[in-house]
């Protein structure tokens, strides 16, 4: 029968498949290229092509493949679906074999489809095409991000030229307005100054605007006002705290192991996030930033062995050395799980690799290390090729436990002050001793007294032989008869003190003694540590392709480090197994300057991708990390192109593309337009034809309610503020209570990330939790958000702080008018309306009146703090305009 000659074996991977296949109308062309491969790859490569023996002998990879049949003939006769075995089978739903892993209907509607058509396919690799070799198409490799970045003419629109001058048009403005005209849309008016200024500080620092830049910015009536705020917002401190928290979710920060239940704290990872803020606000080039998180050691040639030596010589090699605490993000259970060391080892690598490439290459490599990529043209030896970049690091045959890969930093200052205390100590130590031994004798007399006098010569005996040389009978004597003195030695002599504390000098002196050492030991300086990639010179580890994954599997042929195949020619993303120049084998500097060249396709585009997001809500490319064959199409393919390549002409600095984007009038319309004939064209606002309202972060709903209170800690960097279980059965920062210090108040991107115990509140508003890592967050709106904002100790804590702040600043003699429109103003930016002040004073004199008919305390304040809490759980308050 035919069903051994076209065997469509579905694996198991392929179950995840989700197809968007959208049937075209009857008269369209199906392409075999577009449409009807992806499906043959999805469900038939792995036993029709990618194995090196055929099933059945049918190979499906290509069209003319494809017709040559299998062992049973024809696998497809064009222009007759019905006569051709290979729709026979899968329309029944015998091929595959898996009933529950079957075609859908529309995919196998389409195969009809396309073999009426005549079964065409366009132009397709020649030569012979061995079994098992993987192929990449031409329209593989002109998938739009796989082609050179191209920086296009700036589009000239003639309705923009109209409205300004041409030198005047905004580049981001001229691409928008161009298919803004072609569909029929315009842009919505600029939004109001109070509006721009809260949508400007949010954007740049996660805080809300103080009311001192408000009055600032009000108060400029120049032409450049705008352009002056947001430069005052980009050289504030909290902008690199902002978004540095973008970077860090994409890079997959935590401060603790992960892997299992266990999830050891990271007590030195925090160096790698205040590394990341430093960088931010210093500005540093995105290609630099991105070479020191990748090879920071190489650049520096620091090698395990030389790493602490050149810290201690030149603290500037600290941050080159910290910028690699990149490459120790992954969760690592390598030192607390009871899974099978060489398992976890491999895992610790593959999830470094999955969060090198979705943070940088925009990219879902994970599934190429079992098997060649199901999607995208990425064979399973490229996962392999990127993981010899960072083997040398991650030597699976050397491997070093998360606790032995740091460096310690101390000042030169602390360091001498240590070795000066550390020199008193061991005088002190060394005296304390000798008394020790001293006291510990006098003890051993007054002991030795109290022994009936027949048989205290044989237990002075037995006592003064050394432990190791005492005879059994000795030993057994003392233990059983006299244990007092079986116990008596220098390091157990405290628990002798307090029987025989009788004010002896000798013995006052000795506690005198250890209780100054102790204390001068306390005063000692200690380090602290950097967690660092750095490679030993004297062992190459290999990389062997694991054959389905299996580490047990190795296939023979020796993998080289590379970059992903269908990118550049051969001799571009192969790069030195070891670097004769440097001590290092310097692989992943090669790997970070071929990323960062300026002719890599991907790297560029995805951060201004997700830059572009992090201003408007929504992406050029709505697939942040997937720019493979799924992905979004862009919807402004130019514009993304045009501001990555005129990112990377001038230096890969962030800060000039906020200005220009945030300058633009694309950017500065307002968010509350609307326009029956808009929404009918562009219901999602894909074209901005208005500004899209946003719902701000998790971390930002905190920080701006600490900001409105006036509670904030603005102290920036250090070590992490811990998390707590209460128990009311929630994680809280801290343990409830606030310290002496504040250092709960402080901003969220200092609260410790802990993978297994995130925040409640923080969870609530979709906090990422890491695992890897975050490329994109997900923004839901559930009941337990405004159960959070309602019913926790902190929201209550933060009202009155609030009612407290207004009261002082309105004055307690203030009018309830006064009171509530200066509340509303510190939390909005904005000026109520006359219906929103009605409603206000109507709800601060009902909760007023309930407040006094208690009799608390201050009915006015609680009055206002409930008032203030209102605030806290509005829109207004909770979204950017």
């Known amino acids: 029968m035919y069903y051994r000659a076209i065997t469509f074996l579905l694996t198991g991977f392929a179950s995840c498949l989700a197809w968007n296949v959208s049937l075209n109308a009857a008269d369209s062309k199906v392409t075999f290229e577009k449409e009807i491969r992806p499906i043959f790859k999805a469900y038939c490569f792995h036993c029709h092509g990618e194995e090196k023996e055929l099933s059945g002998s049918l190979d499906v990879r290509l069209r003319r493949l494809l017709m040559k049949g299998g062992d049973s003939g024809e696998a497809i006769v064009p222009g007759k679906h019905a006569e051709s075995l290979l729709y026979q089978y899968v329309e029944s739903g015998e091929m595959p074999p898996d009933e529950k892993l079957r075609l859908k209907p529309e995919e196998v509607a389409l195969i009809a489809k396309w073999i009426d ?26 998938h739009w991000a796989f082609r050179p970045i191209r920086k296009t003419a700036v589009p000239e629109v003639t309705e923009l030229v109209k409205e300004q001058n041409k030198t005047d048009v905004n580049p981001v403005d001229a691409f928008i307005a161009r298919k803004l005209n072609d569909n029929g849309l315009w842009f919505s008016e600029e939004a109001d100054r109070l509006t721009l200024i809260r949508r400007a500080a949010f954007d740049l620092t996660g805080l809300p605007p103080a009311p001192e830049e408000i009055k600032v910015y009000l108060a400029d ?125 491999n895992q610790v690598i593959t999830e470094t690799v999955k969060i090198m490439s979705s943070s940088l290459l925009g990219m879902t490599i994970g599934c190429a290390e079992c098997h060649h990529h199901r999607f995208d043209p990425i064979p399973q030896q490229d996962f392999y090729r990127l993981r010899a970049v960072i083997a040398p690091v991650y030597d699976a045959e050397k491997w070093r436990m998360p606790a032995s890969r740091r460096a310690a930093l101390m000042s030169p ?137 299996d580490i047990s599997s190795p296939e023979a042929d020796k993998i080289e480090p590379g970059g992903l195949t269908v990118i550049g020619s051969e001799t571009e993303n192969v790069f030195p197994v070891n670097n004769p120049e440097l001590p290092t084998t310097g692989r992943r500097l090669a790997y970070a300057r071929y990323l960062t060249n300026g002719k890599h396709p991907l790297v560029a585009r995805v951060l201004m991708n997700r830059f572009w997001m992090h201003h408007f809500g929504k992406a050029i490319v709505d697939s942040t990390g997937d720019f493979g064959s799924r992905s979004s199409i862009p919807t402004h393919p130019e514009l993304l192109d045009w501001l990555a390549a005129d990112f990377m002409e001038h230096g890969w600095q962030l800060k000039r593309i906020h200005r220009l984007i945030m300058t633009s009038r694309t950017y500065r319309q307002t968010s509350t337009a609307h326009s029956e004939k808009a929404a009918s064209i562009d219901a999602d606002n894909r074209l901005l034809w208005r500004m899209t309202m946003r719902r701000l972060e998790a971390e930002a709903i905190r920080d701006a309610i600490l900001a409105v209170s006036g509670d904030l800690n603005r102290e920036q960097f250090g070590v992490p503020v811990p998390v707590a279980l209460s128990d009311s059965g929630i994680i809280t920062v801290g343990a409830g209570k606030i310290s002496e210090d504040r250092r709960e108040l402080k901003r969220s991107i200092y609260i410790q990330v802990r993978r297994t115990q995130p925040v409640t509140m923080l969870n609530a508003f979709d906090a990422p939790s ?59 930016s904005a000026e109520p309306s006359a219906a929103e002040m009605q409603a206000l004073e109507k709800s601060f004199a009902l909760q007023l009146n309930e407040y006094e008919s208690k009799k608390v305390k201050d009915p006015r304040q609680e009055a206002l703090a409930s008032l203030c809490h209102v605030l806290f759980g509005t829109n207004q308050f909770l979204y950017v305009e």
């Open 770 to 828: 890491m695992e890897p890592n975050c490329e994109r967050r997900v923004f839901s709106t559930v009941a337990t958000q405004s159960l959070a904002l309602l019913n926790s100790e902190f929201m209550r804590n933060q009202s009155v702080a609030f009612a407290k702040r207004v009261l002082a600043s309105a004055g307690k003699d203030a009018d309830d008018a006064t009171l509530i429109k200066t509340a509303w103003k510190m939390a909005l």
């Open 117 to 142: 058509q005549g079964a065409s396919a366009g132009p397709e690799p020649k030569g012979d095409i061995k079994p098992g070799e993987f192929l990449i198409t031409e329209d593989e490799r002109t």
């Open 413 to 549: 200052e602390d360091k001498a002050k240590a070795a000066k205390l550390t020199a008193e100590v061991k005088e002190l130590d060394a005296e304390h001793n000798k008394v020790k031994a001293e006291v510990t004798q006098l003890i051993a007399e007054r002991v030795l007294k109290e022994i009936p006098e027949s048989e205290r010569e044989q237990a002075k005996l037995a006592y003064e032989t050394e432990v190791k040389k005492r005879s059994q009978e000795q030993a057994e004597f003392l233990k059983k008869k006299y244990p007092m003195l079986d116990l008596l030695v220098p390091g157990r002599l405290h628990l002798f003190l307090a029987r025989y504390k009788d004010g002896n000098e000798l013995k006052k002196r000795y506690e005198d003694i250890k209780e100054k050492a102790d204390k001068l030991r306390a005063q000692i300086p200690q380090p602290e540590y950097i967690r660092v990639a750095t490679e030993d010179p004297q062992h190459l580890p290999e990389t062997f392709v694991f054959y389905r994954g």
């Open 221 to 345: 009536q120049s032409p450049d006002a705008y352009e002056k705020m947001i430069d005052r917002l980009l050289a504030s401190p909290h902008y690199g705290e902002r978004w540095a928290r973008h970077w860090l979710d994409v890079a997959g920060y935590a401060d603790s192991e992960g892997y299992n239940d266990k999830d050891i704290v990271r007590p030195d990872a925090w160096h790698y996030r205040d590394y990341v803020i430093r960088s931010l606000n210093a500005d540093k080039p995105w290609d630099q930033f991105i070479t020191e998180q990748l090879a920071g050691d190489e650049l520096v040639k620091a090698t395990h062995a030389s790493a602490q030596k050149l810290v201690d010589q030149d603290p500037a090699v600290c941050e080159k050395l910290t910028a690699t605490g990149f490459l120790r993000l992954a969760p690592d259970g390598t030192g607390s799980s009871p899974m099978d060391p060489a398992i976890a080892r």
